[in-house]
């Protein structure tokens, strides 16, 4: 099992570009999780989705938009790049049969 | 929503020395997840331990929901220990986590 995966690894942006961050789980998990991590800080929820079909607001929503069309990816999409979302951004996965949250290796985003 | 506060926000050990990390929370919850981060980046689930005490190895873990907190125990700390310690919690109602800001542990030979 390749567990959580995240494309790409790392991207630089400029300012009022988009684009979309992949994730993808193959524990068959229901849940699936966008966090944001900025030095010094712990996570921050973006987004989340308790199955396919479904998506809901975190702590830290604005300027970002999901689609979970599958349940296994999970995407995060910035239509207008700004510079406070430099940031590494990481995805979770979880089963209800366990409650532990599994992450991918994070993406590491640059805005100029 | 709910608060949660790691101490101490940073911790220097020689190696083999043992360590206690404490996380409080300001309220009831359903979920509490230990959480280390490799110097690295990569975030690994130590233990789900919303109640009561697991252990794994050199590492365990206690949490008392009565009085909301949780403790994460390190003995015989190797140097593969270092990286940052995250405890995050669920509260009652919701999906979602919500993280301290870590205790960042450096284990020096």
């Given at each position: 099992n390749a567990g959580v995966t995240q494309t790409p690894k790392f991207r630089v942006l400029k300012t009022g570009q988009s684009m979309t961050l992949l994730c993808a789980q193959d524990?068959?998990?229901?849940y699936m999780y966008w966090y944001r991590q900025d030095p010094g800080m712990g996570l921050r929820l973006i987004h989340y989705s308790v199955g396919e079909g479904t998506t809901a607001k975190g702590e830290v929503p604005d300027g970002y938009n999901v689609s979970?069309?599958?349940?296994q990816n999970f995407l995060l999409g910035l239509e207008s790049a700004a510079p406070s979302q430099t940031s590494v951004y990481f995805c979770a996965s979880m089963t209800i049969n366990t409650y532990e949250q599994y992450f991918g290796p994070g993406t590491r985003l640059t805005v100029t | 929503g709910i608060q949660v506060e790691q101490s101490p926000p940073d911790l220097i050990l020689q190696e083999g020395a043992n360590s206690t990390l404490r996380c409080n929370f300001s309220d009831s919850v359903n979920n509490l997840q230990w959480f280390h981060q490799n110097p690295w980046g990569q975030l690994i689930n130590l233990f789900y331990i919303p109640s009561g005490t697991k252990q794994n190895g050199r590492l365990s873990a206690t949490t008392v929901a009565t009085e909301r907190y949780s403790l994460l125990y390190i003995s015989s700390?190797?140097?593969?220990?270092s990286g940052v310690y995250f405890c995050a919690v669920e509260a009652m109602v919701g999906y979602q986590l919500t993280f301290g800001k870590g205790t960042k542990l450096s284990v020096i030979p």
């Open positions: 524990m068959n998990h229901e979970r069309l599958k349940k | 700390s190797q140097t593969t220990d």
